[in-house]
């Protein structure tokens, strides 16, 4: 049976047919203050209501406008989706909702992609874009900026009151808001399929979402009011339907995709209280799949990967609320089914963008891995998850996600017509990173990824007695509540000593700073200069105690060291990683590069005897190629992943001529013997090849005779530099 168009192509065709037009000039907003009278950034300010934070939450985020950041890629990288968002105009965004109220679309065009006026995902970018300036809005302060979201807001006001009043179809409640009429709800009630209907939760979830980052974020009440009004629709809808036919509903390929709704219905219930907003959040428990992972039982093998994973998210928001474990259980679970089994060396999942066999990473390496929209999504988790249970492991798939796949999304170009953002990001030989993605779930995402960078840089304990820095990016917290103002100097994401200076205040504080797991080359920690004695476990912790004064500074190293990982389905699939990031080789071939290390190797065992510094920061070269790191976002060719091609037992120049035979799980002799480095002397060397090679010889690897002709290459060998 053939299988309907992917997304993706659907995007290609539609292409074809975006809308082009010059766009239409912005209209004032109509609720807008007189010029020069408008509210002070700190009077708007003061208007924010953020989500309440649960009780369940050991640890707290702060608030987007709490931390700024310092130079360095991320803040170039965020300036270049500032640009994106105070230069595309509202109207653009607003013309597939005021077309669908029978409003004046003011001569705008829509953005294109899947957002055109025949579009069956409209709306959906609109509220990525409303949550992209409320967050550029809480970042910078800037009044342009609130200024759009409010007219943006007030906009989709008139649209929804449009709707209810002359609405052709009328909508069912008055709360109804979206960018087509209410006939796609009706139809997926009826399990018709994609792509005769697309994702209509989805799209109402992003608007939610959208209207409620512009409460929360930039303090407009109104939007508060819609998302209500939206959620009470919402209710009206699904709370009359059988447990039977939403489970039904929920099981349809995208089109019954429904986004993080389920959690936004969760938070709009924090704010308001309503009842109904929490029942309607429970509507959209996807069952079976609930139920499998609350009991860990991995069936994710063919799921749409990004239609499951945000409702992972919204289980644990309504644990916050209800306390059922199975919610958290699941979540937990979940994210151990995708975090490592199914996890691509820069942090992404999903081939073509479904869940593929847990632990095949070797086999479905093409150019559609990875698509971005998964990734912000995995992020969102591991954050959530990490508020309830202060697991590390969550922490160091948050850096590795950010670093090398959402930071290596953008392009490195100015663009004030497209947010220049990858949708599949390709982990096969010779993939290239294609960037643009207007109207695209992935345009969507990628223009609110580069807008937020900051927000899990700092973590404060409930009670307000510890500091969790978890990443070591450039930046400054301001923590009102404490009195203090804590700076952040960094390099990050390249290699250096990275600094925290207590700016403002002080008083007694636990520092709890994040042991890489990546830091096996060592973590150390100063305090005024003088090192700290204190035990740092890679992928924990470490906690500072300290009664801080203003001046204090801490400094922390952790060198980088190259090292590789492996395929879980093929070890010899190998990526190559300097500390944190990504290397991938600059080559135009489109089959696998073959590379080989170990003939270089010193007593030590260190990458670094067979990969050069190329002369420029995080550059490196190997076989005649350069290894750049990922985040570098250009249209040059890579290969994420290499064939580790190691055939002969071989010390340096001395070559044993006996094959480096692989045992059950793939790991070569010299694999499991170079693991063991470094070694002291050629005495302990060549101890350690004795007894592997005695093993390799029980095991039937190997014959007595390869057994003597390896220990004899390991005496002969002089592997010292």
């Known amino acids: 049976m053939p299988q309907p168009p992917t997304r993706r192509a659907l995007l290609r065709i539609a292409a074809g047919t975006a809308a082009t037009a010059p766009l239409a000039h912005a209209a004032r907003p109509a609720h807008a203050a007189p010029t020069g009278t408008a509210l002070s950034a700190a009077a708007a300010r003061a208007a924010v209501a953020p989500v309440p934070v649960p009780s369940t939450w050991a640890v707290h985020p702060f608030p987007l406008d709490r931390v700024t950041l310092g130079d360095g890629v991320f803040r170039r990288k965020r300036d270049l989706m500032l640009d994106y968002a105070r230069s595309c105009p509202a109207d653009r965004i607003l013309a597939v909702f005021r077309a669908n109220a029978g409003l004046d679309t003011r001569g705008a065009r829509p953005p294109g992609g899947w957002e055109t006026f025949d579009g069956n995902l409209r709306g959906h970018y609109g509220g990525h874009f409303l949550t992209l300036v409320s967050q550029a809005y809480a970042d910078t302060g800037e009044a342009a900026l609130k200024a759009k979201v409010d007219h943006l807001v007030g906009a989709l006001a008139e649209c929804r009151q449009a709707l209810a009043e002359h609405g052709s179809p009328r909508p069912s409640h008055p709360g109804y808001l979206a960018a087509y009429p209410e006939t796609q709800f009706i139809l997926l009630e009826s399990y018709t399929t994609y792509p005769t209907i697309w994702a209509p939760y989805y799209t109402c979830h992003?608007?939610?979402?959208?209207?409620?980052?512009?409460?929360?974020?930039?303090?407009?009440?109104?939007?508060?009011?819609?998302?209500?009004?939206?959620?009470?629709?919402?209710?009206?809808?699904?709370?009359?339907?059988?447990?039977?036919?939403?489970?039904?509903?929920?099981?349809?390929?995208?089109?019954?995709?429904?986004?993080?709704?389920?959690?936004?219905?969760?938070?709009?219930?924090?704010?308001?209280?309503?009842?109904?907003?929490?029942?309607?959040?429970?509507?959209?428990?996807?069952?079976?799949?609930?139920?499998?992972?609350?009991?860990?039982?991995?069936?994710?093998?063919?799921?749409?990967?990004?239609?499951?994973?945000?409702?992972?998210?919204?289980?644990?928001?309504?644990?916050?609320?209800?306390?059922?474990?199975?919610?958290?259980?699941?979540?937990?679970?979940?994210?151990?089914?995708?975090?490592?089994?199914?996890?691509?060396?820069?942090?992404?999942?999903?081939?073509?963008?479904?869940?593929?066999?847990?632990?095949?990473?070797?086999?479905?390496?093409?150019?559609?891995?990875?698509?971005?929209?998964?990734?912000?999504?995995?992020?969102?988790?591991?954050?959530?998850?990490?508020?309830?249970?202060?697991?590390?492991?969550?922490?160091?798939?948050?850096?590795?996600?950010?670093?090398?796949?959402?930071?290596?999304?953008?392009?490195?170009?100015?663009?004030?017509?497209?947010?220049?953002?990858?949708?599949?990001?390709?982990?096969?030989?010779?993939a290239v990173r294609a960037y643009g993605n207007t109207g695209t779930c992935c345009g969507g995402t990628g223009m609110e990824n580069h807008t937020k960078y900051q927000d899990s840089v700092y973590f404060r304990s409930a009670d307000g007695n510890a500091?969790?820095?978890?990443?070591?990016?450039?930046?400054?917290?301001?923590?009102?509540?404490?009195?203090?103002?804590?700076?952040q100097t960094s390099d990050y994401p390249a290699e250096g000593v990275r600094t925290l200076t207590f700016r403002e205040g002080g008083g007694r504080l636990d520092l709890r700073l994040r042991v890489p797991a990546w830091a096996t080359g060592g973590f150390t920690v100063t305090v005024n200069g003088v090192p700290q004695r204190a035990e740092a476990e890679p992928g924990s912790y470490l906690t500072l105690s300290g009664n801080w004064q203003r001046g204090?500074?801490?400094?922390?190293?952790?060198?980088?060291?190259?090292?590789?990982?492996?395929?879980?389905?093929?070890?010899?699939?190998?990526?190559?990683?300097?500390?944190?990031?990504?290397?991938?080789?600059?080559?135009?071939?489109?089959?696998?590069?073959?590379?080989?290390?170990?003939?270089?190797?010193?007593?030590?065992?260190?990458?670094?005897?067979?990969?050069?510094?190329?002369?420029?920061?995080?550059?490196?070269?190997?076989?005649?190629?350069?290894?750049?790191?990922?985040?570098?976002?250009?249209?040059?060719?890579?290969?994420?992943?290499?064939?580790?091609?190691?055939?002969?037992?071989?010390?340096?120049?001395?070559?044993?001529?006996?094959?480096?035979?692989?045992?059950?799980?793939?790991?070569?002799?010299?694999?499991?013997?170079?693991?063991?480095?470094?070694?002291?002397?050629?005495?302990?060397?060549?101890?350690?090849?004795?007894?592997?090679?005695?093993?390799?010889?029980?095991?039937?690897?190997?014959t007595r005779t390869e057994r003597d002709r390896v220990v004899a290459a390991a005496v002969g060998a002089d592997l010292r530099r």
């Open 206 to 430: 992003k608007i939610m979402r959208g209207l409620l980052d512009a409460h929360t974020l930039a303090g407009n009440a109104q939007a508060l009011d819609l998302a209500s009004q939206m959620g009470d629709w919402v209710h009206h809808r699904l709370g009359r339907l059988p447990k039977a036919q939403l489970e039904r509903m929920w099981s349809i390929h995208i089109a019954g995709e429904y986004g993080g709704v389920n959690e936004v219905l969760a938070d709009l219930h924090a704010l308001t209280g309503r009842a109904e907003h929490l029942a309607a959040a429970r509507c959209f428990d996807n069952t079976a799949l609930l139920a499998a992972c609350a009991e860990d039982r991995d069936t994710l093998e063919g799921l749409h990967a990004n239609q499951h994973i945000p409702q992972f998210t919204g289980y644990l928001r309504l644990f916050d609320h209800t306390g059922e474990e199975e919610y958290a259980a699941a979540a937990r679970n979940f994210w151990g089914m995708v975090a490592g089994p199914r996890m691509y060396s820069l942090g992404g999942t999903g081939q073509g963008e479904m869940f593929r066999a847990r632990g095949a990473v070797a086999a479905t390496l093409d150019d559609k891995n990875a698509e971005t929209c998964a990734t912000y999504n995995m992020l969102k988790l591991s954050r959530q998850l990490f508020f309830h249970e202060q697991d590390p492991a969550c922490m160091d798939y948050y850096e590795r996600g950010l670093t090398n796949h959402i930071l290596a999304s953008r392009r490195d170009a100015r663009s004030t017509d497209s947010p220049e953002v990858t949708y599949f990001v390709g982990m096969g030989p010779g």
């Open 467 to 487: 500091l969790y820095v978890n990443l070591y990016l450039a930046s400054t917290l301001r923590w009102p509540e404490r009195g203090l103002v804590i700076e």
């Open 552 to 702: 204090d500074r801490i400094g922390i190293s952790a060198p980088y060291r190259l090292r590789v990982e492996r395929a879980l389905d093929d070890p010899a699939v190998q990526s190559v990683f300097h500390g944190p990031l990504l290397l991938v080789a600059r080559s135009q071939e489109t089959g696998f590069r073959a590379f080989s290390f170990y003939k270089d190797f010193t007593l030590r065992g260190d990458l670094a005897d067979a990969i050069a510094p190329e002369g420029r920061p995080m550059h490196f070269t190997t076989h005649g190629l350069t290894l750049a790191p990922f985040h570098i976002a250009d249209t040059t060719r890579y290969h994420a992943y290499f064939r580790r091609a190691e055939p002969v037992v071989v010390f340096g120049a001395t070559d044993s001529g006996v094959a480096n035979r692989a045992r059950g799980d793939g790991l070569t002799f010299l694999d499991v013997l170079w693991a063991q480095a470094p070694f002291a002397a050629s005495g302990p060397f060549v101890t350690a090849v004795r007894t592997l090679a005695e093993s390799w010889l029980s095991e039937g690897l190997f």
